[in-house]
């Protein structure tokens, strides 16, 4: 089959081995689930569940394809970028059938929205500390995301910067 296409003088041959090639290449990639995503999307099957949309089959197949979505990407983790591709990507399925599943954002970026927020209308200067329990104490989520170990990251940072 591979001789046939080679022969052919056309662009498209070509093309079709590339592809081929790629196809070939991708089954070998077994990306890793980091723990962000793979929360994200257990929330988001939590919430999908909870609103009647999605069965416990539907569970494996997030997962599934939030492997494919990887491979495809020439990837090696499953990836926050990957998990939100994959819930925008049901979400849109299941609009067409007038559910809506919205997508879980990423803890990462509430607690960078919610840390800025707290700079922003700080009237003076807040030591490190006095920041993640200001954000803690204003935002669920991050205090989830952060839980109490934010003694051991302010730790970490002052090592870093001595």
Partial sequence: MITKLVSNDNNN????????????????????????AEDRLNKFYIKAKIEGVAMNRTY???????????????????????????MDSISAILSQYGKVVETIESPRDITYRAFFFTLKHAKAGLSVYEHCKIACEENKQVSEYLGNKFDIIIWFLISIFI
Avoid: G, H, W
């Fill in 13 to 36: 041959s070509f093309k079709l081995l590339l592809c081929y090639i790629f196809l070939e290449d991708i089954k070998y990639i077994n990306p890793k689930m980091t723990s962000d």
């Fill in 60 to 86: 494996d197949s997030i997962f599934r394809l939030a492997e494919a979505q990887a491979r495809l990407n020439l990837s090696s983790d499953v990836n926050d970028e990957v998990a939100t591709q994959i």
